[in-house]
Nanobody
Framework: QVQVVESGGGLVQPGGSLRLSCVASGSIFRINGMGWFRQFPGKEREVVAT???????VYADSAKGRFTISRDNAKNTVYLQMNSLKPEDTAVYYC????????????WGQGTQVTVSS
C-alpha cells in the first residue's frame, strides 16, 4: 500500500507565496517521476511541473518563472514553491508519484486547495 499526502495549501493574497509538500510512503519499490498537477472546477487535471529521476524538471508555461519544483529522494518528497501567485492559480493541487515498475504504477494524492484572493 502506497500513500501520497500533500500539504501546504491554503489562502494567500495575490502576489504571495506558498510551498506545497508531497510525501510518498508505504511499500514503494522505487520512485521514478514526481510531479504537481492542478484542477480547476469543471476542467481536466493539468500539469504544473514534473521532476524526473534524473533531476530534470518540466514546467507548464503558466508556472515558468514563478514556480519551482524540487525533490528530496531520500525522503520520497517533492515540493512546489509557488511565488507571485495570481487569482487564476486558484485550484486543487495534486501530487503524482510514478513507481519504477513494469508496467509503471501511478499514485495520486488527495489534493490540497490553493486559493489566491484578496
Amino acid at each position: 500500500q502506497v500513500q501520497v499526502v500533500e500539504s501546504g495549501g491554503g489562502l494567500v493574497q495575490p502576489g504571495g507565496s506558498l510551498r506545497l509538500s508531497c510525501v510518498a510512503s508505504g511499500s514503494i519499490f522505487r520512485i521514478n517521476g514526481m510531479g504537481w498537477f492542478r484542477q480547476f472546477p469543471g476542467k481536466e487535471r493539468e500539469v504544473v511541473a514534473t521532476s524526473g529521476s534524473d533531476g530534470s524538471s518540466v514546467y507548464a508555461d503558466s508556472a515558468k518563472g514563478r514556480f519551482t519544483i524540487s525533490r528530496d529522494n531520500a525522503k520520497n518528497t517533492v515540493y512546489l514553491q509557488m511565488n507571485s501567485l495570481k487569482p487564476e492559480d486558484t485550484a486543487v493541487y495534486y501530487c503524482k508519484v510514478v513507481e519504477l515498475t513494469t508496467p509503471l504504477i501511478v499514485h495520486w494524492g488527495q489534493g490540497t486547495q490553493v486559493t489566491v484572493s484578496s
